[in-house]
């Protein structure tokens, strides 16, 4: 079983639209990162969270830790945020455990 | 703002040949990492390095990979016989607790191609 599962895998919207990307875990973590990797392979972190909700932008996550889950969103999305988007846990030795991440195309 | 700065951008090298990955982490960042995508999977955790000295490492991290932090500024990941399944992006990241997401840093990679 993997440590992290995203859903859904794929998803196209269209520009306008509200996105949400969900994220569950099955390991004790000290935070949980969303980020965002383009077609380049480079790979930029957007939210480190240990509890509750973050917001920057247009963009906002959550995090539910007895639940195991977190959810990145995304408003008024627009084709620029086309990108893979990647939920990563980490735990007390500070490395991260990689979801296998969510392909987002937003259409105009 | 502060990058993590890793070099080559892209290698080529024929099977069995020693390839060094270098990386210049962020300079107040304590924790370095390497890591690797394969092409279509998701990235995996190499190693992590702190105070000198390997803290953790994978499966993956072999004998045939090791890590330096030869002058204070660099941290290289050498991989002393390549394979054909070495061929991947590998990503080095940097760490300080308590800075939020930008507290922990990937740089751009470096895609490792193996013929």
């Known amino acids: 079983k993997n440590e992290v599962e995203q859903s859904p895998q794929n998803l196209t919207a269209q520009e306008g639209e509200f996105i949400t990307i969900n994220c569950s875990y099955s390991?004790?973590?000290?935070?949980l990162h969303w980020l965002q990797q383009h077609p380049g392979g480079g790979i930029v972190s957007l939210f480190m969270l240990s509890s509750g909700k973050k917001k920057h932008g247009r963009l906002i996550a959550t995090i539910n830790i007895q639940e195991k889950h977190s959810s990145l969103h995304i408003t008024a999305s627009h084709p620029r945020d086309s990108a893979v988007y990647i939920c990563a846990v980490r735990g007390p030795t500070n490395k991260l455990v990689f979801g296998a991440g969510t392909i987002l195309r937003v259409k105009s | 703002e502060p990058e993590v700065t890793q070099t080559p951008s892209h290698q080529v090298t024929q099977m069995g040949q020693e390839v060094i990955l270098r990386c210049v982490p962020i300079s107040n960042h304590l924790y370095f990492y390497w890591y690797r995508q394969i092409l279509g999977q998701k990235v995996e955790f190499l190693v992590s390095f702190y105070n000198n000295e390997i803290s953790e490492k994978s499966e993956i991290f072999d004998d045939q990979f090791s890590v330096e932090r030869p002058d204070g500024s660099n941290f290289t990941l050498k991989i002393r016989s390549t394979k054909l399944e070495d061929s991947a992006m590998y990503f080095c990241?940097?760490?300080?607790?308590?800075?939020?997401?930008?507290?922990?840093?990937f740089g751009s990679g470096t895609r490792l191609t193996v013929v």
């Open positions: 390991v004790g973590i000290s935070a």
């Open positions: 990241a940097s760490s300080r607790p308590g800075q939020g997401p930008r507290g922990y840093t």
